[in-house]
């Protein structure tokens, strides 16, 4: 059958002529006589890419050249079983089960066969840790539990208000003596002792070690007033020029962070908690203040309860229904503000840190990452994989966010590229110009990598997981580098719906199918936007549409934005503040070293029966 | 909360980049040896053939440097506060100029578009300014591959100081001779 | 058309032309050919009808199309300019069953790619419903205008039987690596490569139910075949990178969904070269002005 030739136009004519010929080299439509065949120049800087960290940690998980576009033992690796111990240990729980509780349960036999191909271990970024694939699922690794469990449980609650109707209403005097008392009361009653009944059951403390609440002041002299043990130290926690800022920006008000017990958010959920925090904190009030059941009680549990609480997460609309501090509801800005990776750095804007110091800017880098990590867990895995689709997670949506230095590398060479070009500057115009060349070559620049990394292809086995990526870098470099989280949070959609479409002509999955469009609820509008503020937006936000793998990308545009700035908080001093707690079961700020602790069952979460189980009094 | 966080806008350094730079004297051109015909003021694609005629070509290490790279076609396209928009383009390796932007329809597609104002790229050529500070300004644009506008700043950047240590060393991402 | 001609003696009637794809390079070009409805597709390899109803496994061969509803003709229906206007497909006419085709695609050079054929689908074929996934593409038809256009699509240039794969279900395996013999992986694996023949024959059908007998395919393209037909942009084919016209028009697009989003009016006042409102232009206008002393 001869091609028809195009019988409307010269231009099909002119294109026929020159384009279906065939020679030994494909021809590339650049200058007509400046054509050149790319795969006879790869000599030249193919062995430089062997220098790279994307290099040598897919040869550590591949164990294999991952520049190699044929695999010849694909279907001869022996099934996953024999390739993963996790697998191994399934199995024999799974008959383990089926023989003692006569109802089989775990079957390798059912389904699919999996393991035909590499079941590739997992290597944390920023670790060596390498674990099993199976231990980044989020119910086989506790600390990614508690890392959710820890933001759940915090409810930070403003005391100037109650102080005030106490002293005018009560007529009751606040000294450091009785603010001191409360709080040693508070930490009774969080954890579940009762105070004012003489006859009540009460809670095993062991279950509810975890509970306990701090002050959070800006000011020192206030600060001073309270016993060590209940402060939450900014200074300590933070570089002094960060605490300076933070303190700056709380001021001289009084709040105390509570932490209920992880218990509690096993049991009920996040509105438990909310009121679980207003309750435990009247209670020490009036047990402390020995206030007594008069008609202003009322207006005293208001000021105490809810005039000045500090839920991390809104209640969400009605066809999601959860309630307060659920991963859902939680602002973009404050997922941001949770992140204290950045604590101990400089508070100096990205860019000139940057080009003072290589170092100190892949450092600033890297906290970009870890918050993307945390994003990409609560988010993705958590909220979308196991609250949304009711599924077992999305662990390999958010897993490859932080495994594999995959997007360090990316981030590393971008830094590299500013390092040696950018020099003179000390932040980019925020113009969509100057925002969309940055991601276009960013963006480019990684479909490249993806195309000669054969094996990084595999490891992102899926278009969901290459436009999670091609979503946070692109538009991160962009924010980091402005320091505008709105220009950044425009250029999500364009990297993913335009650029990486158009090259590649393949995106996501399925249900992110319309999220691959540049359409209204998916990308962002000058119009719509410059009211709705990227870091007060949220999952939940009404106008706006999301499924898996485009959620984190907000998250990181927030964090970035803050490191661009050099700002010390994202949108909330008393968050940031609240997070970089070192009494808190999960690290905030290593959030990647405690998922691969998880992985290899070192971290000790909170809220567990042991005490109550048998045999174990 | 402190409205301070916010954050600079415009930090000081950056101010002294969008400030308007010193006009050039009125007869800058008459000045420079390596413009040819000093009557009027050069065209773009006046300019960029002298400057490919008199300070790349006989500039030994841009031209060992340049060999290095991919065929490169860069279309440069200026505005001129009088001549308007002028198009030329700029091929390294092997080095040329040709005058005016591709044709419709005939099928040349080049690797760059970069959009500056004419004086940017007469302070570029003259080494007041380095090459991609307009880009990083804002105030010029660059649309599809960044490598070759990399290859052109290093050609400008060795044809002006004449020696290969003006070359800055390429990042890991891309190496000399990457597509 | 034919009757206006005749009318307009020695006039051409100028025919509207779509811009179906920008980019002058042979990788759009390949996107424009295969989109273009007006141009045929070359055929590279044929397959008995038998064959391809056993491969699609809906339907056993010499089978009676099983129907949902009568006969289009023989329903009484309301009236509806609409059903005057629109010609059913035959397999419509018919009240066939809906099946579907599922192809993945390698990332490997491969012929075809799933946005695209989503957009040539809907281009070429009528009574159509697709869904775009990152590796695979349903094409959802009636029974009888499936098997046509399946028939179609897996003798032309827009399959390669080493890096295309008919699926039904496990459709996953795009990105992996290639197997040794240059075949995309399939878990199910619903084909090999025969050596003596030099084909790629299915011993599954698309659903992974094992055949009666293998069925030959036809042979893998090479990997200097494959990059001669790839419509996707990749390092060693045609860097993306270079797609200049590619890029204006996609910048295009975003400026203007960005800066136009609820105020459609706004578009008029973006240069579509610049991709940057003409105000802003204007100023760089001004500010070249007093670039030069008495440049004014």
Same mark, same amino acid.
């Given at each position: 059958?001869?091609?028809?030739?195009?019988?409307?136009?010269?231009?099909?004519?002119?294109?026929?002529?020159?384009?279906?010929?065939?020679?030994?080299?494909?021809?590339?439509?650049?200058?007509?006589?400046?054509?050149?065949?790319?795969?006879?120049?790869?000599?030249?800087?193919?062995?430089?890419?062997?220098?790279?960290?994307?290099?040598?940690?897919?040869?550590?998980?591949?164990?294999?050249?991952?520049?190699?576009?044929?695999?010849?033992?694909?279907?001869?690796?022996?099934?996953?079983?024999?390739?993963?111990?996790?697998?191994?240990?399934?199995?024999?729980?799974?008959?383990?089960?089926?023989?003692?509780?006569?109802?089989?349960?775990?079957?390798?036999?059912?389904?699919?066969?999996?393991?035909?191909?590499?079941?590739?271990?997992?290597?944390?970024?920023?670790?060596?840790?390498?674990?099993?694939?199976?231990?980044?699922?989020?119910?086989?690794?506790?600390?990614?539990?508690?890392?959710?469990?820890?933001?759940?449980?915090?409810?930070?609650?403003?005391?100037?208000?109650?102080?005030?109707?106490?002293?005018?209403?009560?007529?009751?005097?606040?000294?450091?003596?009785?603010?001191?008392?409360?709080?040693?009361?508070?930490?009774?009653?969080?954890?579940?002792?009762?105070?004012?009944?003489?006859?009540?059951?009460?809670?095993?403390?062991?279950?509810?070690?975890?509970?306990?609440?701090?002050?959070?002041?800006?000011?020192?002299?206030?600060?001073?007033?309270?016993?060590?043990?209940?402060?939450?130290?900014?200074?300590?926690?933070?570089?002094?020029?960060?605490?300076?800022?933070?303190?700056?920006?709380?001021?001289?008000?009084?709040?105390?962070?509570?932490?209920?017990?992880?218990?509690?958010?096993?049991?009920?959920?996040?509105?438990?908690?909310?009121?679980?925090?207003?309750?435990?904190?009247?209670?020490?009030?009036?047990?402390?203040?020995?206030?007594?059941?008069?008609?202003?009680?009322?207006?005293?549990?208001?000021?105490?309860?809810?005039?000045?609480?500090?839920?991390?997460?809104?209640?969400?609309?009605?066809?999601?229904?959860?309630?307060?501090?659920?991963?859902?509801?939680?602002?973009?800005?404050?997922?941001?503000?949770?992140?204290?990776?950045?604590?101990?750095?400089?508070?100096?804007?990205?860019?000139?840190?940057?080009?003072?110091?290589?170092?100190?800017?892949?450092?600033?880098?890297?906290?970009?990452?870890?918050?993307?990590?945390?994003?990409?867990?609560?988010?993705?895995?958590?909220?979308?994989?196991?609250?949304?689709?009711?599924?077992?997670?999305?662990?390999?949506?958010?897993?490859?966010?932080?495994?594999?230095?995959?997007?360090?590398?990316?981030?590393?060479?971008? $830094?590299?590229? /500013?390092?040696?070009? %950018?020099? =003179?500057?000390?932040?980019?115009? *925020?113009? &969509?110009? +100057?925002?969309?060349?940055?991601?276009?070559?960013?963006?480019?620049?990684?479909?490249?990598?993806?195309?000669?990394?054969?094996?990084?292809?595999?490891?992102?086995?899926?278009?969901?997981?290459?436009?999670?990526?091609?979503?946070?870098?692109?538009?991160?470099?962009?924010?980091?580098?402005?320091?505008?989280?709105?220009?950044?949070?425009?250029?999500?959609?364009?990297?993913?719906?335009?650029?990486?479409?158009?090259?590649?002509?393949?995106?996501?999955?399925?249900?992110?199918?319309?999220?691959?469009?540049?359409?209204?609820?998916?990308?962002?509008?000058?119009?719509?936007?410059?009211?709705?503020?990227?870091?007060?937006?949220?999952?939940?936000?009404?106008?706006?549409?999301?499924?898996?793998?485009?959620? $984190?990308?907000? /998250?990181?545009?927030? %964090?970035? =934005?803050?490191?661009?700035?050099? *700002?010390? &908080?994202? +949108?909330?001093?008393?968050?940031?503040?609240?997070?970089?707690?070192?009494?808190?079961?999960?690290?905030?700020?290593?959030?990647?070293?405690?998922?691969?602790?998880?992985?290899?069952?070192?971290?000790?979460?909170?809220?567990?029966?042991?005490?109550?189980?048998?045999?174990?009094? | 909360?402190?409205?301070?966080?916010?954050?600079?806008?415009?930090?000081?350094?950056?101010?002294?980049?969008?400030?308007?730079?010193?006009?050039?004297?009125?007869?800058?051109?008459?000045?420079?040896?390596?413009?040819?015909?000093?009557?009027?003021?050069?065209?773009?694609?006046?300019?960029?053939?002298?400057?490919?005629?008199?300070?790349?070509?006989?500039?030994?290490?841009?031209?060992?440097?340049?060999?290095?790279?991919?065929?490169?076609?860069?279309?440069?396209?200026?505005?001129?506060?009088?001549?308007?928009?002028?198009?030329?383009?700029?091929?390294?390796?092997?080095?040329?100029?040709?005058?005016?932007?591709?044709?419709?329809?005939?099928?040349?597609?080049?690797?760059?578009?970069?959009?500056?104002?004419?004086?940017?790229?007469?302070?570029?050529?003259?080494?007041?300014?380095?090459?991609?500070?307009?880009?990083?300004?804002?105030?010029?644009?660059?649309?599809?591959?960044?490598?070759?506008?990399?290859?052109?700043?290093?050609?400008?950047?060795?044809?002006?100081?004449?020696?290969?240590?003006?070359?800055?060393?390429?990042?890991?991402?891309?190496?000399?001779?990457?597509? | 058309?034919?009757?206006?001609?005749?009318?307009?003696?020695?006039?051409?009637?100028?025919?509207?032309?779509?811009?179906?794809?920008?980019?002058?390079?042979?990788?759009?070009?390949?996107?424009?050919?295969?989109?273009?409805?007006?141009?045929?597709?070359?055929?590279?390899?044929?397959?008995?009808?038998?064959?391809?109803?056993?491969?699609?496994?809906?339907?056993?061969?010499?089978?009676?199309?099983?129907?949902?509803?009568?006969?289009?003709?023989?329903?009484?229906?309301?009236?509806?300019?609409?059903?005057?206007?629109?010609?059913?497909?035959?397999?419509?006419?018919?009240?066939?069953?809906?099946?579907?085709?599922?192809?993945?695609?390698?990332?490997?050079?491969?012929?075809?790619?799933?946005?695209?054929?989503?957009?040539?689908?809907?281009?070429?074929?009528?009574?159509?419903?697709?869904?775009?996934?990152?590796?695979?593409?349903?094409?959802?038809?009636?029974?009888?205008?499936?098997?046509?256009?399946?028939?179609?699509?897996?003798?032309?240039?827009?399959?390669?039987?080493?890096?295309?794969?008919?699926?039904?279900?496990?459709?996953?395996?795009?990105?992996?690596?290639?197997?040794?013999?240059?075949?995309?992986?399939?878990?199910?694996?619903?084909?090999?490569?025969?050596?003596?023949?030099?084909?790629?024959?299915?011993?599954?059908?698309?659903?992974?139910?094992?055949?009666?007998?293998?069925?030959?395919?036809?042979?893998?393209?090479?990997?200097?075949?494959?990059?001669?037909?790839?419509?996707?942009?990749?390092?060693?084919?045609?860097?993306?990178?270079?797609?200049?016209?590619?890029?204006?028009?996609?910048?295009?697009?975003?400026?203007?969904?960005?800066?136009?989003?609820?105020?459609?009016?706004?578009?008029?006042?973006?240069?579509?070269?610049?991709?940057?409102?003409?105000?802003?232009?204007?100023?760089?206008?001004?500010?070249?002005?007093?670039?030069?002393?008495?440049?004014?």
């Amino acid at each position: 059958m001869a091609e028809d030739v195009n019988p409307s136009g010269d231009a099909g004519e002119s294109n026929e002529k020159f384009f279906h010929w065939r020679s030994t080299k494909i021809p590339l439509a650049t200058e007509l006589s400046y054509r050149y065949d790319p795969m006879e120049m790869k000599e030249k800087f193919l062995p430089t890419e062997k220098q790279r960290e994307i290099y040598n940690s897919l040869n550590k998980v591949f164990s294999d050249d991952p520049m190699d576009k044929v695999n010849k033992k694909v279907y001869k690796y022996g099934g996953v079983v024999g390739q993963s111990r996790t697998k191994q240990e399934f199995v024999e729980w799974g008959k383990k089960l089926a023989r003692e509780r006569g109802i089989p349960g775990y079957n390798r036999e059912v389904g699919i066969p999996l393991g035909q191909r590499y079941y590739e271990p997992q290597l944390i970024s920023g670790t060596d840790v390498i674990v099993d694939f199976d231990d980044l699922n989020l119910y086989n690794n506790p600390a990614m539990q508690q890392m959710v469990d820890d933001v759940k449980r915090t409810v930070i609650i403003g005391l100037d208000i109650p102080h005030r109707v106490l002293q005018l209403r009560v007529g009751k005097e606040i000294t450091p003596e009785s603010m001191n008392l409360y709080m040693e009361t508070l930490q009774h009653t969080l954890g579940g002792g009762a105070v004012v009944q003489e006859h009540m059951a009460e809670v095993h403390p062991g279950l509810t070690q975890d509970a306990y609440a701090k002050v959070l002041t800006g000011d020192d002299e206030l600060k001073d007033q309270f016993d060590k043990r209940w402060v939450l130290d900014v200074d300590k926690e933070f570089h002094p020029e960060r605490a300076e800022k933070l303190k700056k920006g709380i001021g001289e008000k009084l709040y105390v962070v509570t932490r209920n017990p992880t218990l509690r958010v096993r049991i009920a959920d996040g509105g438990a908690i909310k009121r679980g925090a207003a309750i435990a904190s009247t209670m020490a009030f009036v047990a402390s203040y020995r206030l007594t059941g008069e008609a202003v009680i009322s207006d005293f549990a208001y000021a105490a309860k809810h005039a000045q609480q500090i839920s991390m997460g809104e209640i969400m609309w009605q066809s999601r229904s959860r309630a307060e501090n659920e991963p859902g509801g939680i602002p973009y800005g404050y997922w941001a503000d949770i992140c204290t990776a950045e604590s101990k750095l400089e508070p100096k804007p990205f860019l000139p840190a940057l080009l003072e110091d290589l170092e100190e800017g892949k450092r600033q880098l890297d906290a970009v990452l870890e918050a993307g990590a945390i994003a990409a867990l609560a988010l993705e895995n958590y909220w979308l994989g196991v609250y949304m689709s009711g599924g077992i997670s999305f662990t390999s949506a958010s897993s490859i966010v932080f495994t594999g230095n995959i997007l360090d590398d990316f981030v590393y060479r971008f $830094a590299e590229l /500013v390092n040696t070009y %950018y020099q =003179g500057h000390e932040r980019l115009p *925020s113009k &969509w110009t +100057t925002g969309r060349s940055i991601t276009e070559m960013a963006n480019q620049y990684m479909m490249e990598v993806y195309e000669k990394y054969p094996a990084l292809l595999e490891y992102h086995w899926g278009g969901a997981h290459r436009v999670t990526t091609m979503g946070i870098i692109g538009p991160a470099l962009v924010t980091i580098t402005t320091g505008d989280a709105m220009l950044g949070s425009m250029l999500v959609n364009y990297a993913i719906g335009l650029i990486t479409k158009e090259g590649w002509l393949r995106t996501g999955f399925s249900g992110q199918e319309v999220q691959d469009h540049i359409g209204m609820p998916y990308s962002c509008s000058l119009r719509a936007e410059e009211g709705g503020l990227i870091e007060l937006r949220g999952l939940n936000t009404p106008y706006k549409s999301y499924t898996a793998t485009h959620a $984190a990308a907000s /998250v990181v545009q927030c %964090y970035a =934005g803050m490191m661009g700035r050099g *700002s010390a &908080w994202c +949108t909330s001093p008393l968050v940031k503040a609240a997070f970089a707690d070192s009494h808190l079961v999960f690290n905030f700020r290593e959030p990647r070293k405690e998922f691969a602790r998880g992985a290899l069952r070192e971290f000790e979460p909170a809220g567990e029966r042991d005490l109550v189980r048998p045999g174990r009094r | 909360m402190a409205r301070e966080e916010l954050g600079v806008i415009k930090p000081q350094l950056e101010e002294e980049h969008f400030k308007p730079k010193p006009p050039l004297p009125k007869d800058w051109y008459k000045n420079v040896d390596w413009i040819n015909l000093k009557d009027r003021e050069p065209d773009l694609y006046t300019l960029l053939f002298d400057f490919l005629i008199n300070k790349m070509a006989p500039c030994p290490a841009c031209v060992m440097t340049t060999a290095k790279f991919p065929a490169r076609s860069i279309l440069i396209e200026t505005r001129h506060p009088e001549r308007g928009i002028e198009y030329a383009r700029m091929r390294i390796s092997p080095s040329s100029v040709v005058r005016g932007a591709p044709e419709p329809g005939s099928m040349i597609e080049v690797d760059t578009v970069l959009r500056i104002d004419y004086y940017d790229l007469v302070r570029i050529l003259l080494g007041e300014i380095d090459t991609v500070d307009p880009i990083e300004d804002g105030t010029a644009t660059f649309i599809g591959n960044m490598t070759a506008l990399l290859d052109l700043k290093d050609a400008i950047d060795l044809a002006i100081k004449g020696d290969l240590s003006a070359k800055l060393p390429r990042p890991l991402m891309w190496p000399d001779g990457h597509p | 058309m034919a009757r206006v001609r005749k009318r307009r003696k020695g006039r051409k009637v100028k025919r509207y032309k779509a811009q179906l794809y920008p980019g002058p390079d042979e990788v759009s070009e390949r996107r424009r050919f295969v989109m273009d409805a007006s141009r045929r597709l070359k055929k590279f390899r044929s397959i008995p009808d038998d064959n391809l109803v056993m491969l699609l496994g809906h339907r056993h061969p010499g089978e009676l199309y099983l129907s949902i509803h009568p006969p289009l003709d023989e329903l009484i229906e309301k009236y509806d300019p609409i059903k005057n206007i629109v010609e059913p497909t035959p397999g419509a006419r018919a009240g066939d069953r809906i099946r579907f085709i599922l192809f993945t695609d390698s990332v490997y050079y491969p012929p075809m790619a799933p946005w695209l054929r989503a957009r040539t689908y809907l281009n070429r074929f009528r009574g159509i419903d697709t869904v775009v996934y990152s590796s695979r593409q349903l094409l959802e038809m009636r029974e009888r205008d499936l098997e046509a256009v399946a028939k179609e699509l897996i003798e032309s240039n827009l399959f390669d039987p080493g890096r295309v794969a008919i699926r039904g279900l496990t459709a996953h395996g795009h990105s992996l690596r290639l197997d040794e013999d240059g075949l995309i992986f399939d878990a199910r694996r619903r084909y090999k490569f025969d050596k003596d023949l030099g084909e790629v024959v299915y011993i599954k059908n698309a659903q992974a139910e094992i055949l009666d007998m293998p069925i030959p395919i036809g042979r893998p393209l090479s990997e200097r075949e494959a990059r001669g037909q790839d419509v996707t942009y990749r390092w060693d084919v045609a860097p993306y990178k270079s797609r200049t016209e590619i890029m204006s028009v996609i910048a295009r697009y975003g400026t203007a969904r960005i800066l136009g989003g609820y105020n459609p009016e706004l578009l008029n006042e973006i240069d579509p070269l610049y991709c940057e409102p003409y105000e802003t232009l204007d100023k760089m206008m001004d500010l070249g002005k007093s670039k030069t002393e008495g440049g004014e």
